[in-house]
């Protein structure tokens, strides 16, 4: 039976450390942890992406190691809000979002063109299609994550969160 894992979280300007910096690693062991115990406690079969910069990539790239190495039967959806998405975004990104949308199992796009709702158009599927949401979330009760995170909530979804500030060095 599938089980699917919607999955969204902060960019790379609302981490409450420096993304590139030294704790990026930690940071991206502990999504990795997250996603196999997902996999392995939760019965999670799908992961879908939101694919913006930031957490939402880190996953997806994160969910294609895994199925290539130690899980070949899970999937990864990609939903996109508009057509060309990643086309704005700074060449790393976009050759990162590209080979991603490559690789996915599956890519829904859900406007033809970006608006104003559209973003919350993505939102809203992906939590409307999921069992559980996984977010990356940064502490902040605005902005994207958090309005995904309540929207799952008012649906008596999962909601399982790797929070960004409890990402330190160990003491």
């Known amino acids: 039976m599938e089980k699917v894992c919607a999955c969204t979280g902060s960019r790379p300007t609302n981490f409450p450390w420096n993304y590139d910096g030294p704790l990026f690693s930690l940071y991206i062991k502990k999504l990795r942890d997250r996603i196999i115990f ?3 406690s939760d019965g999670v079969t799908t992961f879908i992406s939101g694919m913006a910069m ?3 990539i880190d996953i997806a790239e994160t969910v294609l190691q895994l199925k290539s190495t130690l899980y ?3 999937r990864l959806e ?4 508009f057509h060309n998405h990643g086309a704005h975004f700074p060449p790393s990104w976009k050759a990162r979002h590209d080979r991603i949308l490559q690789k996915a199992d599956s890519v829904t796009v859900l406007g033809e063109e970006y608006n104003k709702q559209c973003y919350h158009i993505r939102n809203r599927y992906m939590v409307d299609n999921c069992d559980i949401l996984f977010a990356v979330w940064n502490g902040r ?5 958090a309005y995904t995170m309540k929207y799952a909530y008012k649906l008596h979804k999962t909601v399982d969160v790797l929070s960004l ?3 330190t060095f160990p003491d």
């Open 38 to 40: 997902l996999i392995e």
């Open 54 to 56: 930031g957490a939402d």
């Open 72 to 74: 070949p039967n899970i």
């Open 78 to 81: 990609c939903a996109v809000p």
């Open 141 to 145: 009760q605005t902005g994207g994550t």
């Open 165 to 167: 500030e409890h990402i």
